[in-house]
């Protein structure tokens, strides 16, 4: 038996992103977005409502960037998604983190999240609330490398429950992808 849940927008895992970007006098925000992922080679998509602050920041600057949050930042990053720069104009002051200018693109780099997207706007449709961005670089903290490259176990990135309203951690390897199905052949 299976149960029906109707037309929800449920899915395992979401992504936990931390889009950040400055205003026009260089201030940072910070939030949080579930709704998003690769769409192109290059490009990653979310969905954002047009009245935050980000949207307002990035339509500016055409620029961002994305870092993955994780299990060492939970209590942060959900404050990126529960409070507008909006109405609290020192809201990323308050979050306690600390920000660097990304050498790519016109957006800020926050130091303790681990793994960054650096991107630049490609375009944003305020009726679909699609926001599209070219991947200009990808950076990582040497914290979370094993053999130069980015290690998921000491990343510890989280995921959204959309169901139960948490926070989940990702990180146990359970196969090879590209390679565990072959055997199937
Ligand atoms: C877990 C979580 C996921 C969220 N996902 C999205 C999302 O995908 N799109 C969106 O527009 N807002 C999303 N939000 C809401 C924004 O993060 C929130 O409205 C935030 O205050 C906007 O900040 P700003 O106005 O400073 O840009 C999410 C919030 C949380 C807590």
């Known amino acids: 038996m299976r149960k029906n849940f109707g037309a929800k927008t449920y899915l395992y895992p979401m992504p936990v992103l931390i889009i950040a970007s400055y205003d026009e ?3 940072v925000d910070a939030m949080n977005a579930a709704w998003g992922g690769i769409s192109e080679e290059n490009q990653i998509s979310m969905c954002l409502s047009p009245e935050h602050k980000t949207v307002k920041n990035i339509l500016n600057t055409k620029a961002f960037t994305i870092s ?3 299990a060492n930042h939970v209590k942060e990053c959900d ?10 104009k020192d809201k990323f002051e308050k979050s306690g983190l600390s920000q660097s200018k990304s050498q790519f693109v016109n957006a800020p780099i926050i130091n303790e999240l681990m793994m960054t997207l650096e991107c630049e706007l490609i375009r944003y449709n305020e009726e679909t609330c699609i926001m599209t961005g070219k ?8 914290k979370v490398l094993t053999n130069g490259k980015i290690d998921p176990a000491k990343l510890k990135a989280i995921c959204f429950d959309p169901v139960n ?17 072959l055997s199937l052949r």
Do not use: W
């Not at 404050?79 to 609290?88: I, Q, R």
């Open 135 to 142: 991947i200009i670089n990808v950076s990582a903290d040497e």
């Open 68 to 70: 993955v949050a994780d």
């Open 25 to 27: 006098n260089g201030v």
């Open 165 to 181: 309203n948490a926070y989940l951690v990702l990180g146990e390897k359970v196969g090879r992808a590209f390679f565990d199905g």
């Open 79 to 88: 404050y990126f998604g529960v409070v507008s720069a909006n109405n609290v």
